[in-house]
C-alpha cells in the first residue's frame, strides 16, 4: 500500500510498504481522510521531544487525526465492525496495568500513540490497524472531514470540561490555533462568555469570521474577571501569567506545551487557591465530540484550509501551499 513516511527531518514522501496485518483483537481501517496537527509537524521537523527521549525514531509515519471504513477484523473482534465508518483513539493502553483498570489508559504504563511514538505506525496511509477497543463509530450525520476533526475537537471537550465552569461564566482561552479555537467553539456552545487571546492579526480575525467576536490581542484584551484560563500555547511564560489573570479560586488549565520549562511560583497558585490542571489526550472526549458534531452543536469545518491528497502533503509541510484564509488546519484526502 501507499504510505507517507518520514525518514529524517524535513525529508518525507509517499512510499510502498507492506500492508498491515490483521492481528487479533485488531481491525484494519480503509483511510479516507487525515488531519496534520502540531505533533505530526514537530516529528516532520525534528523539533518532537520524543525523538530526543527516544519514543519516536525514523522513519516513522504520522497520522492520529483520521477517518476510515472498517476493511477487516482480527480474531476476537465483532465482525459486524466490518463497513462501518469509524476514527480511534490515539491513546493505546496494555489494558492490565493499575492505570488501565482505572480507567485511564490514556497514561498507561506502557502507553503507545498511533502515528506518534514506539512505532506504531499511523494513518497517513491507505490502511492503518488499530486495536478495536480504540475504535469509534461515526454516524451519517458526521462526514468524513467531521470525522477527522474528532480527535482534536475531544482535546478540546476535556479542556473545557476540566475548566469546570458554568453558563455565564468568563472563560479566556490563550491562543487562537486549532486546538484553541476548538476549545472555544466548545465553550460556546456550553453558553460560556468566551475570550480568544492570539498572538496574530491573521489568526484573531479567522476567529472573529467563526463568530467569537470577543477574539483580540493581549493589547485589545478585555478586563477580567476570568473564572478559568485555557492555555493552548507554547509559549513558557503563559502559565504564570494566566495564574495571574485568572480569579482566586478558579482554574487554569494547561493543553498547550512549551519547548521550554514553565515557571510558576506555586506561592500565587496557593495564595490565590487556583487549580492547574492538565490535559493529555482526547480518549475520554470523544464521544462527546462526536455527538457534539452529529447534533450541529459544534461544526469544526471551517477550520480546515487546505486538503491535499497523500501525494501532496509533503509539499504542504515544506510550504508550499497556502491556506484558506487564516484557516488553520491542513487535510490529507486518501
Not at 490497524?129 to 462526514?143: F, I, M, S
Not at 480527535?151 to 486549532?178: M, T
Not at 484584551?221 to 511564560?237: E, Q, R, S
Not at 484550509?305 to 497556502?322: E, K, N, Q
Amino acid at each position: 500500500m501507499k504510505a507517507f513516511v518520514i525518514t529524517s527531518p524535513r525529508e518525507a514522501g509517499v512510499q510502498d510498504v507492506p500492508d498491515p496485518v490483521v492481528a487479533p483483537g485488531e481491525a484494519v481501517v480503509d483511510v479516507r481522510r487525515v488531519g496534520i496537527c502540531g505533533t505530526d509537524l514537530e516529528l516532520y521537523t525534528g523539533d518532537m521531544a520524543y525523538l530526543r527521549t527516544g519514543r519516536s525514531r525514523y522513519p516513522l509515519r504520522i497520522g492520529h487525526e483520521w477517518a476510515g471504513i472498517v476493511r477487516d477484523v482480527g480474531p476476537g473482534v465483532d465482525p459486524a465492525w466490518c463497513g462501518r465508518r469509524v476514527t480511534g483513539d490515539t491513546m493505546l493502553g496494555c489494558g492490565a496495568c493499575r492505570r488501565c483498570r482505572r480507567g485511564r489508559h490514556h497514561v498507561c504504563e506502557r502507553l503507545v500513540e498511533v502515528g506518534i511514538s514506539l512505532g506504531r505506525p499511523g494513518a497517513m496511509a491507505e490502511r492503518v490497524a488499530v486495536p478495536a477497543t480504540a475504535l469509534r463509530e461515526l454516524p451519517d450525520a458526521v462526514d468524513d472531514t467531521l470525522g477527522a476533526l474528532v480527535e482534536p475537537g475531544g482535546n478540546a471537550v476535556r479542556a473545557v470540561r476540566a475548566a469546570a465552569l458554568e453558563p455565564g461564566d468568563r472563560l479566556l482561552v490563550a491562543g487562537a490555533g486549532p486546538i484553541g479555537l476548538l476549545c472555544a467553539l466548545f465553550a460556546r456552545a456550553a453558553r460560556l462568555d468566551v475570550h480568544v487571546v492570539g498572538r496574530s492579526g491573521r489568526s484573531i480575525a479567522f476567529a472573529r469570521e467563526l463568530g467569537l467576536e470577543h477574539a483580540s490581542d493581549w493589547d485589545g484584551l478585555a478586563a477580567g474577571p476570568w473564572d478559568a484560563v485555557i492555555d493552548t500555547t507554547n509559549d513558557p511564560g503563559l502559565p504564570a501569567r494566566a495564574v495571574a489573570l485568572v480569579e482566586p479560586g478558579g482554574r487554569v488549565v494547561c493543553i498547550g506545551l512549551a519547548g521550554d520549562p514553565s515557571l510558576v511560583d506555586t506561592r500565587d497558585v496557593v495564595l490565590r487557591d487556583v487549580t492547574i490542571v492538565g490535559i493529555l489526550g482526547a480518549s475520554d472526549g470523544l464521544d462527546e465530540a462526536i455527538r457534539a458534531y452529529a447534533s450541529g452543536t459544534v461544526d469544526p469545518r471551517p477550520l480546515v484550509g487546505l486538503t491535499v491528497p497523500l501525494g501532496g502533503l509533503a509539499g504542504a509541510l515544506a510550504g508550499d501551499g497556502s491556506r484558506g484564509g487564516g484557516a488553520p488546519k491542513l487535510h490529507v484526502t486518501i
